[in-house]
């Protein structure tokens, strides 16, 4: 069993930043595959951002380059830095994790709660 809570949501006008950050159970965090997903009122749920056991990344293409995930072993953390916020990041974001490693949407089967974040225009 995995439990993972994120923090760092919050309000914040167009072109700010936020540092969302996960902190994670689990004696293997360095294996497992770790993602970001939100999913904003009326739409579907959308990866945004992955990270796997050796650290390669990969982002949505609406996030490229504005936000960048990384991950702390030491300390079972993942987190989120987002610049250049625009309206349209606003959503709840949930931190996910893959302790079989594999990095595919299905196996995303631990889920925090979401940490919400909102841009104004």
């Known amino acids: 069993q995995v439990q993972l809570v994120e923090s760092g949501g919050g309000s914040v006008q167009a072109g700010g930043s936020l540092r969302l950050s996960c902190a994670a159970s689990?004696?293997?965090?360095?294996?497992?595959?770790m993602g970001w997903f939100r999913q904003a009122p009326g739409k579907e749920r959308e990866g945004v951002a992955r990270i796997d056991r050796a650290w390669s990344t990969d982002y949505a293409s609406s996030v490229k380059g504005r936000f960048t995930i990384s991950r702390a072993n030491a300390v079972n953390t993942l987190s989120l830095q987002m610049n250049s916020l625009k309206p349209e990041d606003t959503a709840m974001y949930y931190c996910?994790?893959?302790?079989?490693?594999?990095?595919?949407?299905?196996?995303?089967?631990?889920w925090g709660q979401g940490t919400q974040v909102t841009v104004s225009s």
């Open positions: 689990g004696r293997t965090f360095s294996n497992y595959c």
């Open positions: 996910a994790a893959d302790i079989r490693g594999y990095c595919n949407e299905a196996d995303f089967v631990y």
